[in-house]
């Protein structure tokens, strides 16, 4: 670790620093903690660079070989879990998005499902831009339900699969979070990633309600920005 400027000695140091009356055993204890939180930032290093480098195109045999381990390895261990980064708010929409689905008995998740989703949770600041932009969260969904494909003739149980485009604007949500510098990924993401992918349905909905790709960015921007701003004044 002495590349990072950390060594042994300094880690000692501080934690007898910090726990100045703990006996030894306490000691061990906060020292395995320690070296968990370690571990896991090392392994975000790295799941920081693998992203970026797949981004960039390289394939899981060069990520492997810069890794040291073989191209299963390395794709089993840091290919991202599907909702890995995802807010609770943004997780609830994928799941009303799954409900939207079978409600409809539709045996796919579309990207209109997902953007009713989306509108479902009051709390997130994609309902409040939607809400915004259309007036009223009844006129987006009025949209929605408009452009929905008709229903299915039974209920469906189990697994319902993403549809491509569906999955497209998840891994959208991701970049887009990327390009503005978040650690997370909102419904405000999943918003845009919608947006992002040009022929699906949602985003068709979205530009029928005067959104486009620029402008929709820049209001995320600006709304987050703001939010975290008054955060940091309470």
Request: glycine residues 6%; negative net charge; hydrophobic residues 40%.
């Amino acid at each position: 670790m002495s590349p990072l400027d950390i060594s042994l000695a300094d880690l000692i140091t501080r934690l007898d620093e910090e726990l100045p009356d703990a006996n030894e055993l306490t000691r061990i204890s906060e020292a395995r903690l320690r070296a968990q939180t370690l571990s896991d930032l090392g392994d975000q290093l790295i799941d920081h660079y693998v992203s970026k480098a797949k981004r960039t195109g390289a394939s899981w045999t060069e990520i492997g070989d810069a890794i040291g381990v073989s191209k299963q390895a390395a794709q089993q261990r840091h290919t991202p879990a599907p909702f890995e980064g995802f807010t609770d708010l943004n997780r609830h929409s994928i799941v009303l998005a799954q409900e939207a689905a079978r409600t409809h008995k539709h045996d796919f998740i579309g990207t209109e499902h997902l953007l009713l989703g989306l509108l479902g949770e009051p709390r997130s600041l994609a309902y409040d831009v939607l809400a915004a932009k259309a007036e009223s969260a009844q006129r987006v969904r009025d949209a929605i339900e408009e452009a929905m494909p008709p229903a299915g003739e039974k209920a469906l149980r189990g697994h319902i699969a993403f549809r491509p485009e569906s999955k497209e604007a998840i891994e959208q949500a991701r970049r887009a979070s990327a390009d503005l510098g978040h650690d997370w990924i909102g419904t405000e993401h999943t918003l845009l990633g919608l947006i992002r992918v040009e022929e699906s349905p949602a985003a068709q909905i979205l530009r029928d309600l005067g959104f486009t790709p620029e402008e929709l960015h820049e209001t995320v921007r600006t709304e987050v920005a703001e939010r975290l701003a008054a955060r940091d004044k309470r």
